[in-house]
Every structure is written in structure tokens, then in C-alpha cells.
């Protein structure tokens, strides 16, 4: 449906009789459009049907699932991408290990609570399951989406998007090392004279490309007062005790 102001201009030259044909190309319309305007056939706003509607919290101002929306924010700045389908649609796609169901059903429960008139589906691809969901309005949401490998292209948060990730840090904590991250036992030798000794520590890792999403979560570590450090140029750790705790509070070990 053409905007208002487009109708009323419509309308006043063909109140000064000027032809549907030219009213068209002034106003950027059809010909036909034109001529339904011009007979008082052009539907009424207010009798919509609401299931036309997207539902999008940005375009139509439904009511956003902030903390849900931190988590799949940061599920899809480390293993998501968005692809244009047919008609203008988009996928939202979040790439899932099989070794850790439950971080399936994690993501599929916050596409669905994000975007709930969007159906959300998994498909299996080799090695991982694919949670994927359909709608002309995933880029209002998810502004971030662009051409070519994220760590190719600058990413920045918007002001709204760092409004929930200041509200709710350890969701979007958890949706980053969800998808890059890792948790698990550094196994350390030290040689000493009476012959070597192990000893082992937990630690977290999150790994990635792009210095903008290390930026972000090195800022949202810091946020959360988990002490962390690079132990390598793409990735960053945290190793301290306490550190390791804190961190647990938010993101724990994937199941």
C-alpha cells in the first residue's frame, strides 16, 4: 500500500485533470493504481488484516525478547549469516555443532522468541544442523548483514543494539562463546628433576577473525569483570580462576 501523502497527490491532479498516464509517472505509481484512487477504491488502513503484518519490532514496534535477542546476537556474529532468498526474503541461518543438542535447541528457542511470526526449521548439513528462519526482515534486525566474510567488512553495533547488549552483557556473552567459543582443560608439563609433572586448569577461548567482534567481546568481558587476555592475534582467553567462575555465571559448558 502506497503512503498517504503519495494518494493525496494523486488524487489533487486528478482533481486539476491532469491524465492518469502523467499522474502515474509524477507520483511513481501505476496507471491502474491511479484509477482506483481516482474511483474511491482504495482500501481502508484501518481494516487491514493484521496477519499481513511482519510483526517486526523494528518496522511495526512489536515488542523485542531483549534478552533473547542479546543471546542471538552474538550466536549470529560468530556463526550466523543471513542470505537474500526469492521475493526479497531473507534466511537467518546459525550454524550448530551436532556434538551439542542442546545448543541447537537454544538457538532455535531465541530465533522463535525474537521473530515469533517467522517459522523456524533445522536442516541437516554435513558435520553441523542449521537452524533457520525465513522473513523480509531479518537485516532490520540484524543491520550487520553485508557482502562478503564478516572478519572483510567493519562490524559495529548500533545505538539500540548496544542499549539490550549494556542490558543484558552474559546473554550476549553466552551467544558469542556459544558459537566461537570453547571451554574446556589446559593441560600444562613442567620438567623438573624428579621427572615431569601435569597439571591442568580450566579456561575459555573464543576465536575469531574479525577484530571488530573481538573488540566486542574483549568490551563485554569487561563489562561482566572477567579478566582476559589474546594468547593468540585471533583469539582470547581467559585462564584466571576467578575470571573462569565469573564467566560460568553467563556461559558455562556447551551440552
Not at 129 to 143: A, E, M, N, Q, R
Request: charged share 25%; glycine share 8%; net charge positive.
Amino acid at each position: 500500500m502506497h503512503p498517504d501523502q503519495t494518494v493525496a497527490n494523486a488524487l489533487a491532479l486528478s482533481s486539476c485533470n491532469v491524465l492518469d498516464r502523467e499522474n502515474a509517472q509524477i507520483c511513481g505509481v501505476s496507471v491502474q493504481a491511479i484509477r482506483h484512487w481516482r474511483n474511491g477504491r482504495r482500501r481502508d488502513p484501518s481494516k487491514r488484516d493484521p496477519r499481513r503484518t511482519s510483526h517486526c519490532p523494528r518496522c511495526d514496534g512489536d515488542p523485542l525478547d531483549s534478552p533473547a535477542y542479546a543471546y542471538l546476537l552474538g550466536l549470529y556474529l560468530g556463526d550466523g549469516c543471513i542470505t537474500m532468498g526469492r521475493k526479497g526474503v531473507f534466511s537467518l541461518q546459525i550454524a550448530c555443532c551436532n556434538d551439542w543438542p542442546g545448543l541447537i535447541d537454544a538457538a532455535q528457542l531465541a530465533m522463535s522468541a525474537v521473530l515469533p511470526a517467522s517459522s523456524v526449521f533445522r536442516r541437516s548439513r554435513p558435520g553441523c544442523t542449521s537452524v533457520d528462519s525465513w522473513s523480509k526482515h531479518w537485516p532490520c534486525l540484524f543491520p550487520q548483514h553485508g557482502s562478503g566474510r564478516k572478519h572483510e567488512r567493519r562490524i559495529a553495533l548500533q545505538t539500540w543494539q548496544r542499549s539490550i547488549v549494556d542490558a543484558f552483557p552474559g546473554q550476549f556473552a553466552r551467544g558469542l562463546f556459544h558459537s566461537d567459543g570453547y571451554r574446556g582443560l589446559n593441560r600444562i608439563r613442567r620438567e623438573l628433576r624428579r621427572g615431569d609433572r601435569w597439571y591442568a586448569y580450566l579456561r575459555y577461548l573464543f576465536v575469531n577473525e574479525s577484530a571488530d567482534i573481538r573488540e566486542l567481546c574483549g568490551a563485554v568481558l569487561d563489562q561482566l569483570g572477567v579478566a582476559w587476555r589474546y594468547s593468540k592475534p585471533n583469539t582470547i582467553s581467559v585462564a584466571r580462576r576467578e575470571a573462569v567462575a565469573r564467566l560460568d555465571e553467563f556461559v558455562g559448558p556447551k551440552y
